[in-house]
Every structure is written in C-alpha cells, then in structure tokens.
C-alpha cells in the first residue's frame, strides 16, 4: 500500500468523489504501492479516498472508495454484481455481446469487461488494476459466470486505434480439457446477427460493442441503399445494413485480419459477400480517388480510431477529421447520410461538430443532424467523472 498525502488545496476533485488523481496533486509518498493499493489523504493526513495505485500513469491514482471502506474482494464482487443488475432489462433481445464493466461508470475505475456468449474479457487499464487482477478475475466469474475469462492490458485507456496491448487466457477452469480457448475469434449475436469477437489479438476487446445503437439505426435506414463503410475493422456496420436490406456495403480498411473477419461476418449471416466490396486501403487515399471518380453514395459510415489520443494530438487530430469528413461529405448524395463519429475522449461533442460543420463548409454541402447517437447504456458515464463520454456519432442528413 502507498500512502499519498496531498498537497494544500488540492482535495477539491477528491472531494467531489473524481475518481482520478493526478500525480501533480501528490505532496509526498509513504509506502511502496506493490500491492496497488493506494490511500489518498489531505494534507493534514485525513484519509478522503482509496483506490487503485498506478505509478507509471498520470492519473497516480484510480479511486474506488470514499467512504473509509479498503477496496477488497467483497467491494469487487459487490460491485461487479451492481454492474450487472444494472443492465437487466436494457439488452436489446437476442444480444450475447455487451459491455459488462465500464471503468468510472460502474464505479471500477481502471477495469473494462466486456461480454462475448460464454467469454469474458477483461481489460486492465492501469499496472494498479493488475496487481488486483486475481480480485477482480474472482468476482468476473461470479457475477457474469463466464465459462472463459481472457486478461488483456492495454495500458491505454479508450483508445481504438491500433495499440499494443499483451493479452492471456486467464485461469480457464482446466486448461488441459481446452488448450487453445482464448486465441480464436468467439462467437457472439447482436440484435439476431452473428459476430465473432476476436478477443486474444483484435482491437479493444475484440469488438466494437459501443456502436450496436448506431448499427440499429443503419439497419433501420438501409434498405434499398448504398452503404460505404470506412474504418471498417471487421465490417459490423455493413452486416447491420445488409440485413436492413442494403443494396450494397463496401468496407474500407488498412488492416487485411479485419476484412478476413468481415467475409466471415457477412457469410455467417448468409449475407452477400463480393470480393470488391472489401478494400484494403487507407481511407483518406480510398476516398480522394472516389472522389476524382464523382462516385455517390446513399450512406457513408465513418467510424475512425482516435486521431487524438493525447491531449496535444488534438490540432493534428482536428485536421484529420476535419479532412475525412470533407471527403466523404462530397460522395453523399443529396438527401442521403453520413454518420459520422469520433471517439477521441479529447475531442468534446462541440468541437467535433464544429470541425464537422467546417468540413461541409468546404465540401459545399449542407447537412442537417437528424440525430446524436454515441455508445449505448451498456456503457454508462459516471456523474462524477463525464470524461468517461468518448463516443460521439453525428447522423447528418444531405440537404443540397
Ligand atoms: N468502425 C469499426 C471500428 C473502427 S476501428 C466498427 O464499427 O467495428 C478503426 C479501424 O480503422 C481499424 O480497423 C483500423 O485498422 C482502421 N484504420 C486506421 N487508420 C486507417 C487508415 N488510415 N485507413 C484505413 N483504415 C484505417
């Protein structure tokens, strides 16, 4: 356990029950933290908060109590149970796959798991949380009776780029009767629709789980129309508009695993499944030769990874979006969609409109919002710390 004693002045986010503390804030140190348990007090040595100790982060420190209770296998397992309460009766039917713990917003600071049929995956984000891991791997299992639990570590928070991240299966109940669970892509539905996760080497846990709500809403628009999907990953967009009744979905990726995983999407769904409508390619060269060749479009997706994943990326990330959405605004034909997001956590709601408002500017289109749609509730955002609200999804409808 370490012991941080704040500077003067500096409770007031504690205070407020911000689970984050900032190693700035920190007066001095008593103890060495190996077990990641980390005790806040103010500068007068009143104990304000308990958490999760993570020395090599920013954020020093993840709070989990406020209340003098010592995080512990109990607090875990309550609050894991609390999580999962928390979701009856929002899971649309037919749905094996969905964000079980969200980090602040179920007041796990520094943990993700997400669901995928009878796999979890947990996702540590901190070298705190993996000291805990043994902790939190028990109350996974008793709360969300997972068959298998695999561990990633990110070390990234929210990121959705490409990133390194070492993952294992952990613990599974007998590795000799299931030597190889964990290492391949687990099946999963969503809404009816078939999906594979895959949970040793995909991005995030395997999944773009926060976007199901924008699927249903591409499902529910698609029929009869051209669907092109940028930043495809494993093309989850495309299958949610093809089983809407899509004439066509094109997906547009750099990554060939991912497109060799849309195929197979769009097979285990019996959907259509042409070679050329799956492009390896970066998007931004993919879209200036579409361009040049006056195609249109009924509705485009464009679902990066995060441009900004620090908070100095933002002006570089800024002319990023700012370029795709441009390109892409000029292919969609007038009274088709763009739904267009970001889910870089250093770009707020406004400014991404702005940047996307500046884009049509240059297109020379006019687009209205029709909708704001970002992650669903599965993901809920803590009161006490809104900067867990990353995803933001614009649908814009073409006016002229
Ligand atoms: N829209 C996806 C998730 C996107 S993740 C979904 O709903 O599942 C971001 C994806 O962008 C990754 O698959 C990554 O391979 C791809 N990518 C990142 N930069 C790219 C670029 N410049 N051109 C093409 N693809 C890119």
Not at 131 to 160: L, M, T, Y
Not at 225 to 252: C, E, H, I, P, Q
Not at 273 to 295: I, K, S
Not at 348 to 367: E, M, N, P, R
Request: include cysteine; charged fraction near 30%.
């Amino acid at each position: 356990m370490i012991r941080l004693r704040l500077k003067p002045g500096r409770e007031t986010s504690v205070l407020r029950r911000h689970p984050w503390l900032f190693s700035g804030a920190v007066a001095d140190r008593e103890g060495d933290g190996s077990d990641g348990h980390a005790e806040v007090s103010d500068s007068r040595g009143r104990v304000l908060a308990r958490g999760i100790y993570s020395p090599d982060s920013q954020i020093i420190a993840r709070l989990w109590t406020f209340d003098g209770r010592v995080p512990d296998g109990a607090l875990l397992a309550e609050r894991f149970d609390a999580a999962r309460r928390s979701r009856e009766g929002f899971l649309p039917p037919n749905t094996t796959g969905f964000r079980a713990i969200n980090s602040e917003g179920d007041l796990c600071p520094g943990v993700l798991m997400d669901i995928y049929g009878e796999a979890a995956v947990l996702d540590l984000l901190t070298g705190g949380a993996e000291r805990w891991e043994a902790d939190i791997v028990s109350a996974a299992r008793a709360s969300f009776s997972a068959r298998e639990i695999v561990v990633r570590r990110s070390g990234q928070e929210r990121d959705r780029g490409d990133r390194g991240s070492e993952t294992r299966p952990h613990g599974a109940p007998s590795p000799e009767e299931e030597p190889d669970r964990g290492i391949r892509p687990v099946p999963f539905t969503e809404n009816g629709l078939k999906f594979f996760a895959d949970v040793s080497s995909g991005q995030k846990t395997g999944f773009f789980l926060d976007q199901r709500d924008n699927r249903v809403r591409l499902g529910a628009l698609a029929s009869g129309r051209t669907v092109l999907n940028l930043f495809s990953y494993t093309g989850a967009f495309s299958v949610a508009a093809l089983a809407g009744g899509a004439v066509r979905a094109v997906d547009v990726d750099s990554s060939g695993p991912a497109l060799d995983l849309a195929r197979d999407h769009r097979r285990a769904n019996g959907l259509p499944a042409a070679e050329e409508d799956f492009v390896r390619a970066d998007v931004f060269e993919d879209l200036r030769r579409r361009v040049e060749a006056r195609e249109n479009w009924d509705v485009i997706v464009c679902d990066p990874p995060a441009f900004a994943r620090r908070r100095v990326d933002v002006a570089g990330a800024a002319r990023g979006y700012k370029d795709v959405n441009r390109l892409a605004m000029m292919l969609v034909r007038p009274g088709g969609w763009l739904l267009t997001c970001s889910c870089s956590g250093h770009i707020g709601a406004d400014l991404f409109q702005k940047i996307v408002f500046s884009a049509a500017v240059d297109a020379g289109a006019s687009f209205s919002i029709a909708a704001r749609q970002g992650a669903g509730a599965d993901h809920p955002v803590s009161l006490d710390c809104p900067e867990g609200e990353y995803l933001k999804g614009l649908w814009l409808c073409r006016r002229s």
